[in-house]
């Protein structure tokens, strides 16, 4: 049966020999790029056009058509190509043609095996603007190949798609394919006629769900890209952002100098078996930055097969819908139970369409529980969660790692599947431990006193966790508590002594700390500003500085409140971080004045909540936090680890 596609949905490749056909309403540019497993195309030798229509395992059209054959052999690409996209560009170059894709019928592109069986299949919707267009991505994810529906738009036509594949020189390969697609112009195939075969195949993709609200700082989650996140990685550095901002799931990149070690591989699969998942086989120069590339991966696949079992559940919905509606418009079907029948035959096609969306998402969900099961007894600390036995031979590292995890997300179609939340480092947005009233799954979560505890011993955890997975001397943290509220969730702190002084109370202990950090602040971004970084005041702090407030807006005046906004602004850049733990409520009588400083932050909740928007595929992701289980001692061992390391360092 065929797979009839919706932007973001993937499907697995039942054999390596395709064909890709493409059937436009005007002469496109038909082209193809090879990707490495982040999607780079490293060259102008990677990319099958016009003017070079031939690559290994790949051959495109030599001139613009209305209609288009591909061919793909995916055993015959190097095995450095992880990602086979496949292009689609206006070619009309008079005023006369179209500029974009919005003035023409949507293009249409399916995946068939060599005898034309049709496996997958895709119409690009929504294009407005764009003149040219990622139809599709070929592309490996651990041993086999899948077909994913990508339908990415660029108004900045051909060039602006390659630089966005990280193509070297993008502009001039551009110019170099309309070159040679310029004089076979006049050749081109002329327009088919629609495209109706087995009905009209255009649908339209649901609006993406609004997550609820997430007040000042949820992730919006990459795919994407969430992708994109990606609630996943809400700082920007490659995952999900704000909702109506951009959003980038491509894998973030380091540059070394040494080569990679080789990622693990998987023994060979049982035939008809999927490949054994191996932690640490993602792309990667080190171990730490091929789980943390894993573990996106997995955010992405989980974000991709929910998205289309939701679709085509909704799908299944709207055609019995549809079905029934037109059997009883029909006067004739309402005589001799002629109308029962086609409402029982419209409902028996919906439950075998659910059935089929359901079978998918079990099988894409037990590949993923497999890779869940051995990916994250392999996670090094900063990725693991507190019960991991690793914590139990912790060391203090000699280096930064690239992300540390905050909490766990989850969606309601998988709910045993928990992928890591992981938060690059250094912090770029600051943190908002909520302790007003929440959508609490367990309907806890009441009294306001307990709010607030759980939200500092949330906070006193994310804090450990941050100092546990820096260097000695190099992460610094701050706590002001006015009321001295939360003496007894912040005794693991000042038991050990890893702060860097005892927690400020009162207005005059707020404005002291306020006015050092800011201060560091101003100094920090002159010596940057003026290319003087050497000649900060000697026995400046350099190391990251956090920055908990409990109980915000408690103690803090008009000149407080602004000094705290500077820090949420200005600090990140320079290595000063907020981790507010407040209920917003409290603090409606500021009005609009706080509502920047809401927005700043990154929110996260003491307790499992569906509050993580997902704008790419309208998820809203449940987020636990990452607590430290009742009754152990691993906190205490760990931050006295820390402190032990400090003391060295400092003497």
Do not use: C
Not at 178 to 199: F, I, K, M, N
Not at 530 to 538: N, Q, S
Not at 550 to 568: I, S
Request: proline share 9%; no cysteine.
């Amino acid at each position: 049966m065929t797979a009839e596609l919706v932007r973001g949905q993937n499907h697995p490749l039942p054999q390596v020999r395709l064909e890709i056909r493409v059937s436009a309403g005007t002469p496109v540019v038909a082209a193809a790029t090879l990707g490495d497993e982040n999607g780079t195309v490293h060259g102008a030798e990677w990319v099958a056009h016009p003017g070079t229509p031939a690559l290994p395992g790949l051959e495109v059209s030599r001139q613009a058509a209305a209609d288009h054959r591909l061919a793909v052999d995916l055993d015959a690409v190097p095995d450095a190509v992880h990602r086979v996209s496949v292009l689609l560009a206006l070619a009309s170059a008079d005023a006369a043609g179209p500029f974009r894709f919005g003035a023409v019928a949507a293009p249409f592109v399916a995946v068939t095996g060599l005898d034309g069986t049709e496996v997958a299949s895709y119409t690009i919707t929504g294009l407005e603007a764009e003149s040219a267009v990622v139809a599709l991505e070929l592309y490996r994810r651990q041993g086999a190949w899948k077909v994913r529906a990508v339908g990415q738009g660029y108004a900045g036509g051909l060039a602006e798609l390659l630089a966005d594949q990280g193509l070297p020189q993008a502009h001039r390969l551009a110019g170099t394919v309309q070159e040679a697609v310029a004089g076979g112009l006049a050749r081109s195939v002329s327009a088919p006629s629609p495209h109706t075969a087995d009905g009209d195949r255009t649908r339209q993709t649901a609006a993406p769900a609004l997550g609820p609200d997430h007040g000042a700082g949820a992730p919006q989650v990459t795919p994407g890209p969430v992708p994109a996140a990606s609630p996943y990685d809400p700082q920007g550095a490659g995952g999900p952002q704000m909702p109506g901002g951009p959003i980038d799931y491509s894998h973030p990149r380091r540059q070394h100098a040494a080569p990679p070690a080789p990622a693990p591989t998987a023994p060979p699969a049982a035939p008809g078996q999927p490949a054994q998942p191996v932690a640490g086989d993602a792309t990667g120069w080190s171990m730490d930055e091929r789980l943390y590339n894993q573990v996106w991966g997995m955010f992405e696949d989980l974000a991709r097969t929910a998205a289309a079992y939701r679709s085509a559940v909704d799908f299944a919905e709207s055609r019995m819908e549809k079905e029934i509606d037109q059997a009883l418009s029909d006067p004739r079907s309402r005589i001799g139970g002629q109308g029962d029948a086609a409402r029982e035959a419209a409902r028996a096609r919906h439950a075998q369409l659910v059935a089929q969306a359901r079978e998918a998402l079990d099988r894409d969900l037990a590949q993923l529980a497999a890779e869940a099961a051995v990916v994250e007894p392999a996670l090094p600390a900063a990725y693991a969660r507190w019960d991991n036995p690793v914590w139990h031979a912790y060391r203090v590292p000699m280096e930064i790692p690239m992300a540390v995890r905050l909490g766990d997300l989850r969606l309601p179609e998988a709910d045993r599947i928990r992928i890591p939340m992981l938060v690059r480092l250094p912090l770029e947005r600051g943190l908002w431990i909520d302790s007003g009233r929440s959508g609490s799954l367990d309907g806890s979560f009441a009294d306001s006193h307990e709010r607030g505890r759980l939200a500092l011993e949330t906070a006193v955890a994310h804090a450990a966790r941050l100092l546990a997975v820096y260097p000695a001397g190099e992460f610094t943290v701050h706590v002001i508590d006015p009321a001295g509220a939360g003496t007894p969730a912040l005794a693991p702190l000042v038991r050990t002594g890893v702060l860097a002084a005892p927690p400020a109370l009162g207005a005059a202990g707020t404005a002291d700390v306020l006015a050092r950090l800011t201060q560091r602040v101003d100094l920090v971004q002159m010596a940057l500003r003026g290319g003087a970084a050497d000649a900060l005041p000697p026995g400046l702090d350099t190391s990251q500085q956090l920055l908990i407030v409990n109980d915000f807006p408690h103690g803090f005046d008009d000149r407080a409140v602004n000094q705290l906004r500077y820090l949420a602004d200005e600090g990140p850049a320079v290595g000063v971080h907020l981790m507010l733990v407040a209920d917003r409520e409290e603090s409606a009588g500021y009005g609009p004045l706080l509502d920047p400083l809401w927005r700043s932050l990154l929110r996260l909740t003491p307790v499992a909540d569906d509050h993580l928007a997902d704008p790419w595929v309208g998820h809203a992701w449940t987020y636990e936090p990452s607590l430290v289980p009742p009754g152990s001692q691993v906190l205490h061992q760990v931050l006295t680890t820390v402190a032990a390391a400090r003391h060295s360092w400092n003497r």
